[in-house]
């Protein structure tokens, strides 16, 4: 069991490090803003891992 949350932190860590500049653009937004809607969201983040942008 242990080993399994291990696994799922590590994996969590990795997602984040590879996201830095979406999470960072985030963070500047809230900052700004304090509520952001989805659509404010998803400008900040991204396309989604796997889906093709429109």
């Excluded at 990795?14 to 989805?38: N, Y």
């Excluded at 659509?39 to 093709?52: D, M, R, S, V």
């Amino acid at each position: 069991m242990i080993a399994v949350l291990k696994e799922a932190q590590e994996a969590a860590r990795q997602v984040i490090a590879g996201h830095q500049p979406q999470i960072r653009a985030l963070v500047a937004e809230l900052e700004a803003r304090e509520v952001l809607d989805s659509a404010q969201i998803a400008a900040c983040l991204g396309p989604k891992a796997g889906k093709p942008a429109d």
